[in-house]
């Protein structure tokens, strides 16, 4: 398992694509976004106040106040029309552009207009208090946000302010998702007949392949019969970054979609050391990457948030994939796990203490009632009861 | 401020409405979802091997094998056209309808087809063993999926399989936003005059709105006119769940925004005790929440995520929000804290120590480098260096 994700790195990456910045959350940018110029471009003040050479309000006090000669207004918005000498001030909104020769602003609660036209000033300012310098925020060429990150609201903001509303991001990856099984028929089935199963796996797949970043294409369900599975596969190739396929649930099924993978190219490993999950199968077909998940739509659900997810984020050009929710929370009961075998179990979590929810895996409602899951690594023999576990939280 | 959180709760609610299940990851179910049948609806098996009645298996061994006679073998998704009698027994696919007669299956690993008709058993099964019940995923009426925690995949997945594909949930909140201010324009704009700034704030503000659940919709840029302003929220009111005004930076243009919104409903705070944050405005007006945030893009975002984010959750029928990515980690050094007021500390984490990114409010950059922050509550009088803390982190 550690295996499987660390050594299946396909090289597949999807092509850049302008996106415009009011949909650009989460998108993932191919290179970095440098400022095109300085932010926020002009020295600004901080305060509300009034622009001061610093040096006309040294050793001033509330016993002993300075008093300057208020020669104007900044508008907000507007380039100021008035300069700062010696001995003057000019009135500053939070904002303002700093005029020429004032190096300062004091708080207008350090102020009081004594007389029309006259300001006392208590407290001293040092050169550059209550401004922010013309790059402070931002020097011309500088990072704006990395390429590999998916964009978080703030790093929208940044490249608002600087002009930036158009991003060069990697495509979302297509993702298409089959279904097989001559038993699995689809959501809308009304009555089932006896044997058949609605497909419960391909809508949950779909999810979790947008979550990740990517299209998710729902290509419907094809029966167990190799060839009528090698025709869906071939035509989904050409339009897909990553194949998604909840193979059957018997081994003759299995067997089957492992067969057609390895026709159309390389299989890179058939079944994994995860439970539950054992019977995936990771490929590569022109290029594509593909998997094959196990019939039991919880094994699929478990597997493809373990290894699909980070495919379709590798697909898609993240490097840097965002934090999932966790907590850490004491085990209220002994977990067994069968070294050289990874078990993901899942949890209900409450009051700090983690209950593993068992159920056979051909059960949905044992990730259903779940609040998260525990991964029991490899080389671990289980965990013990009260072990402190980190517990991955769905979302 | 946790006052602020704890005791704004506006009445307001979104309306439901049908989503398809294709949509409705992380959509609100406005009622909880039963189970219309039980699921699978049929006794199936959970392993390749033989249906049998498990009283014929008892005592068998590796030494001492027990024989029974094949009768035929059920098909996937298929009605069993055989039963299982004494000494019979019938093969089985993973996940076939379990034949009349039959309460358990032996797995394949511990039988061997001896010759043509006859399979020989060297493990004993218990009545139920490689079977789920008819039942056992969800019986008739059972709760499906809660009412007010927003859908996870495996909630698709279940729902799905029950045949449910159309989900009763709240609407999307719509979420009007504008921005105020004389000296603010689009991000668009190419060249910025002396004075001007890009609304950094419109955009990041809808993207938290849309990642809450709600539906952001950009109403522009109003400038400091009371009547402007007025306006402009009494178009917004009629067509929105909540609003939400960045309002002008200077003390004069928060007075007016918050003189507007008075005349147009009731003020229920103006100013709260965080830090960045404190002119922020909650108010109610014609039965729709309004929020004024700070003018500084970088106190806007940190308040919109403590206070809007929950709100839009509230009118959006979510009562479980999902859980946020953090940290634990040591702080690098000294946070000093007014008691009384709740910081917010933007930081950097790497190997397990946060390192605080300290800098003017007005800078939006000491977000964007943050990986997450952390939250000095109002009792504190700040934290010392070491201190383990839990760091929210952004995605």
């Known amino acids: 398992m550690t295996q499987a994700l660390a050594g299946f790195r396909p090289a597949r990456r999807t092509p850049a694509e302008p996106v415009p910045l009011i949909q650009a959350l989460h998108r993932v940018p191919a290179g970095p976004v440098a400022a095109p110029h300085a932010l926020p471009g002009f020295a600004r003040s901080t305060v509300d106040g009034y622009a001061v050479r610093a040096v006309d309000t040294y050793g001033v006090s509330d016993g002993l106040p300075g008093y300057l000669q208020l020669t104007g207004a900044v508008l907000m918005g507007a380039q100021p029309s008035v300069t700062v000498g010696p001995g003057t001030a000019v009135s500053m909104p939070t904002g303002g552009v700093l005029p020429p020769g004032a190096d300062a602003v004091v708080m207008v609660e350090y102020t009081q207009q004594v007389m029309p036209g006259t300001v006392e000033v208590v407290r001293p300012v040092a050169p550059g208090e209550g401004v922010v310098r013309a790059d402070e925020d931002a020097a011309p060429g500088a990072e704006l946000v990395p390429a590999g990150r998916p964009l978080r609201a703030q790093d929208l903001a940044m490249l608002a302010a600087a002009g930036v509303t158009t991003v060069t991001a990697y495509a979302r990856p297509r993702v298409t998702v089959f279904s097989t099984g001559d038993e699995v028929v689809p959501p809308e ?3 089932l007949r006896p044997g058949q199963v609605r497909d419960a796996t391909a809508v949950a797949l779909a999810a979790m392949a947008a979550e990740a970043g990517g299209e998710p294409v729902l290509s419907g369900i094809i029966p167990d019969d190799p060839r009528a599975l090698e025709a869906a596969l071939r035509a989904a190739l050409a339009a897909s970054d ?24 390389t299989i890179w490993c058939h079944g994994i050391a995860v439970k539950p999950g054992k ?12 998997i094959g998940l196990p019939g039991n739509p919880r094994s699929a659900l478990v597997v493809f948030r373990l290894l699909g997810v980070p495919l379709v984020r590798l697909v898609g050009g993240c490097t840097v994939p965002p934090a999932e929710p966790s907590v850490r929370a004491r085990l209220a009961r002994d977990l067994p796990s069968a070294a ?40 671990a023999t289980g965990l013990d009861a009260g072990t402190e576990v980190d517990v991955t939280i769905y979302r």
Chains 1, 2 share one sequence.
């Not at 019977?279 to 990457?289: F, H, I, K, R, S």
């Open 279 to 290: 019977p995936t199968l990771l490929a590569e077909c022109d290029g594509v990457p593909v």
């Open 189 to 191: 089935t009304a009555t």
């Open 340 to 379: 050289g075998r990874l078990d993901v179990v899942q949890v209900r979590v409450a009051g700090g203490v983690a209950t593993p929810v068992f159920g056979l895996s051909a059960l949905l409602s044992v990730i259903t009632v779940a609040d998260g899951y525990v991964i029991i690594p490899e080389e």
């Open 242 to 265: 990553l194949v998604v396929i909840s193979a059957g649930s018997s081994v003759g099924a299995r067997d089957e979609t492992a067969g057609v993978v390895g026709r159309l190219g």
